[in-house]
């Protein structure tokens, strides 16, 4: 066997480097605007708000709209993979390729499960008050 030609080592590891130094510099670009975002209020004599868009929307539909994405993902994922192993030996086909299904599934079910859990007795969601008439 001969040695592989170095050009099959060296495209994948500088494509790959040059995906992360992208992504970083993405991220840092995307600071740097909230920053400049952030002294040009300021200057103005503005705040910004604490908690930015989360904070407007806090009833927690959107832990439960994440939860349901993931899990439908995870679950789709699930019983895509489930056919590959079927028969390979492993009790009732679950293989460990199927992580990549079982992790967004349980990591959906679990938002969903916060959803339900952090909502009040009311059935309101966590967040704020809507603001009306206090009733006895």
Do not use: H
């Not at 040009?40 to 930015?52: I, N, T």
């Not at 590959?84 to 990591?107: C, D, K, R, V």
């Amino acid at each position: 066997m001969s040695n592989p030609d170095p050009s099959f080592i060296i495209a994948p590891l500088c494509c790959g480097l040059l995906f992360f130094f992208l992504l970083f510099a993405f991220l840092v670009a995307l600071r740097f605007l909230q920053y400049r975002e952030t002294l040009a209020l300021a200057e103005k004599g503005l705040l910004k708000p604490e908690g930015g868009r989360m904070e407007a929307r806090g009833n927690g539909q959107g832990t439960l709209r994440w939860g349901v994405v993931f899990g439908a993902l995870g679950l789709a994922l699930t019983l895509g993979l489930w056919p590959l192993g079927i028969n390979s030996g492993y009790p009732l086909g679950i293989t460990p390729w199927m992580i990549f299904g079982f992790i967004p599934l349980f990591f959906g079910l679990g938002l969903v499960l916060v959803y339900v859990l952090a909502k009040d007795r009311n059935g309101r969601g966590n967040g704020k008050d809507a603001g009306g008439p206090i009733s006895s």
